[in-house]
């Protein structure tokens, strides 16, 4: 089968470089998407009167965000505002800690994140955002010395600094470059927008412009031939237990940084330029998950959610899930430690959890995390007088086969230059996009648009010099 342009993916990056040709009036091309369904990381899933979301579920800015854009176009912006602001902490063994103890400790570490950019040499790629926040540390225990044990104030810390290990989805700060941290470009506007109608509605939007055959799922490419002129695609079709071949002048490649880490050796043919093959490898791509806890009662709305505080002095023990379940140690269960009520679930707590734990977690059954969950909850929230949850739905990034986890970051060693080299073509015959070929949006939804976007014009600029 021949087409002038195959794209590899039905993610946003996909759907946003065919939506230029299409707007182009250019027709000849087509996107092969593995899993029988488009969007990719994008996974918004019909529940309750509304939706959850196991991918993205916020558009981060409003200024110049493309995806933004499409939003307001389909009348597609939540506009309404969760103003619950009551939040229970406890340390892992049960012990509440006030709204006072924790709150001003949030706060320094915010405020520090806010100022952390001054710090970072550009010249230094060996610096790490976790380094530059050890050195900073002891101001904050100054700080609040007397006030409290220093292992609170530490515990506190580490907690408030959950949020910049979800942003990276990585393990820990300590693997996190400073130097890319500062090249990420944050755009102006509302950074937690919600879609109204979940992040499915601007696929869907997308993938309605496509005619024909434009769109073809369930054909999982297993081999990219370009060693001629024309690139030979192989693609297994999963429904018809067939394997098919793809002739076209350039292809467009918008799989994961986690696919091209598994499989760009068996992949490509023949194999991707070093530059290439040293930018996937160290780039860092980690897993964040998310796990929905149900409750069959709504919380009360000035209730927020849940966190609990590490504190290196103490205790921690789960004596039911561990016989149970037979679990030999409980450790993964320090990615379980924040809770938030959803906007549009007043009986649902979202748990994020991010890193190798998170990827534990994935391994268990589902009936062992609602149990683990379900009795943490209680030995460290008893006061909060919760009912025992009823069920989870979670995502499994990590296990996921064209995923093979959440996003990209830049990990210690890597710069700008790997993402760059990332997105350089090849030959005029490959061409890459998708999240972690854009540092400056590395990671995110308009990130991958933008990118899928440019791809498609510099790809079409060519075709039609020929
Ligand atoms: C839990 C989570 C939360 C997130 N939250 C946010 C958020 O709030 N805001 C935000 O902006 N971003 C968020 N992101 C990131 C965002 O979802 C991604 O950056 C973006 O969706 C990536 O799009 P993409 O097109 O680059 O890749 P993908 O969406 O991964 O698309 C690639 C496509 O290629 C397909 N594919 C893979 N291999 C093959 C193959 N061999 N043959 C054919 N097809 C193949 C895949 O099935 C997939 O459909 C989140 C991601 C996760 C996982």
Redesign the pocket.
Known sequence: MNKKVVI?????????AANYFTEQNFDDFVI????SE?????KTLPFQKSFI????????GTENNP?YDIAVSLDAIDESIDKADNWYYSSQDGQRLSDDLVEPVQKEAQCLLENLSEMVDENDLSQSIGALLDDLYPDIEKKFEGEMDSSVIKGIFQAALNVEKFEN?CDDLHDVSANGWNNFETLGGNL?TNNKYG?GKIVDYLASKLTGNQLKLN????KIDWSDDEVIIT?FDGKQNKRYKWICEAVLC???LG?LKQ?HYE?FEPKLPPNKIDAINCLGFGC???IFVVFDQDFEPDFQGLQVIWREDADFELENSKEKWNLDDLDFCRALDYFEKLPNHKNVLLA?TVGSYSEVIEQLEDDCVLDVISELIEKCFAHANLPRPVKIIR?R?SSN???K????YFKVGSSTDDVDALAQSVQYRLYF?????IYKHL???????I??YEQATKILSIIEDE
């Open positions: 590899i993916g039905a993610g946003i990056a996909g759907l946003a092969l998407e593995a899993s488009i969007g990719g990381r994008i979301e196991f991918g993205a579920q916020w558009m981060h995806v989805s937690l992040y054909q999982a490419v297993e693609a918008t799989v994961s696919f499989n992949l964040l998950n998310k994020f995502s990034w086969e064209y995923a986890g959440s996003y990209s996009a998708g999240e972690a070929t990671g995110t939804v308009h990130g991958a648009y990118s899928g």
